[in-house]
């Protein structure tokens, strides 16, 4: 029996540990693609300009970092589930690894949630500064609020209206906007072609020469702010998920490895 019920804890730790890696593959995909989506690194780049909470580059390191430990300890899970009757060091490191990720996840999970609760007290203030430094150009702040605008179809934080001080080039007549806060025929925020370029800055300037709320076909007259703190919030949910979501799956493996350490030594114990 107790050979049985060691076959059944060794089979179900393996089975575990192949979910277990596939979570690991899972959480470094989700940190790669937070640092390599274009949209969403200027999006990290436009809410962390002037500011000095990283938090949403950092929790994607921490997803690369221990999604990268994740595969390491899971080759050593299957040491552990192969070789714990012959030694206890694979199993209790093993043990330990899990512990160590679990706590690195689960505190991860928990400084997302609270970046997640700052975002409507911060994020108005952040796009508000982000404004008085705009200057038109190939700069970090023009392109992240090209790419925004692109995204989400919006112009602006509030509306056209926040470009108003900015001093743009007559080329070849006088933008009041960017052209990606135009209607685009080509949604390409790094060469933006807009469907009529001179209507959409004739319209702009009339929006913000005007008090009342004007609506046209060739300006986005919808802010961004709106759409830009869903799409925060909802990649902040995903980092969040990932790491507690996992963090919690983990207690299974943590449990499962000390059951089967604990019938190894009480085995160990019959003997004599």
Known sequence: MGSCGECLAKF???TFNIIFLLSGIAVLGVGIWVRVDKNVVNMQNLVEFDSDDKSLSTAAYVLIGFGSFVLVVSAFGFLAACCASKTKFFIVGYIVFLVIIFIG????GISAAVFKGKIDHNLPSVLTKSFQKYKPGNGLLP??????????????SQGPKDYKSINFTSIPYKHYVPDTCCFLSNNDPENPKAVDEKKCQDDAVKIQTNNNNTTSSYVHTLGCYDSLNEKIKSHVAVIIGV???????????????ICICKRDRDDGNNVY
């Open 105 to 108: 996840e689960f505190a991860g």
């Open 143 to 156: 392109k992240a609020w090209d790419y925004m605008q692109t995204w989400l179809s919006c112009c602006g």
């Open 12 to 14: 179900g730790l393996i």
């Open 243 to 257: 790491a507690v979501g996992i963090a919690m799956f983990q207690l299974l493996g943590i449990v499962m490895s």
